[in-house]
């Protein structure tokens, strides 16, 4: 893609690389981990005793909403690369916007 009267630099270039790679190839997700502690109810169980279950929840606003999905314990590892992904990406574009900021400040 051609942009009128700009030289796309090295470190643009570099920059977008690395975004379609990780636009094409990670998983990403939006959203962020909760911990919570809970008590199911049964009278025998150890949660009435004060040890409370941990669950692991996924956590995003969502067109106006809160959205929110139970994660496994198993899958808890997982889930925070898609995170780590999806910030990275953020990251990159926001560095992208930036650029244009500025060059649009320096015409
Ligand atoms: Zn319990």
């Not at 009435?48 to 692991?56: F, P």
């Given at each position: 893609?051609?942009?009128?009267?700009?030289?796309?630099s090295?470190?643009?270039?570099?920059?977008?690389?690395?975004?379609?790679?990780?636009?094409?190839?990670?998983?990403?997700?939006?959203?962020?981990?909760?911990?919570?502690?809970?008590?199911?109810?049964?009278?025998?169980?150890r949660c009435?005793?004060?040890?409370?279950?941990?669950?692991?929840c996924?956590?995003?606003y969502?067109?106006?909403?809160?959205?929110?999905?139970?994660?496994?314990?198993?899958?808890?590892?997982?889930?925070?690369?898609?995170i780590?992904?999806?910030?990275?990406?953020?990251?990159?574009?926001?560095?992208l916007?930036?650029?244009?900021?500025?060059?649009?400040?320096?015409?």
């Open positions: 893609m051609k942009r009128q009267g700009s030289e796309t090295t470190a643009e270039r570099r920059l977008r690389a690395r975004i379609c790679q990780l636009v094409e190839r990670a998983a990403m997700i939006k959203g962020s981990l909760s911990v919570r502690a809970t008590v199911c109810g049964k009278p025998s169980c009435a005793r004060g040890e409370k279950h941990r669950s692991v996924l956590v995003a969502d067109r106006g909403g809160i959205r929110q999905q139970h994660v496994p314990h198993a899958r808890v590892k997982e889930v925070k690369g898609w780590a992904i999806w910030w990275e990406v953020t990251e990159l574009l926001e560095q916007s930036r650029r244009q900021w500025r060059s649009l400040k320096s015409r």
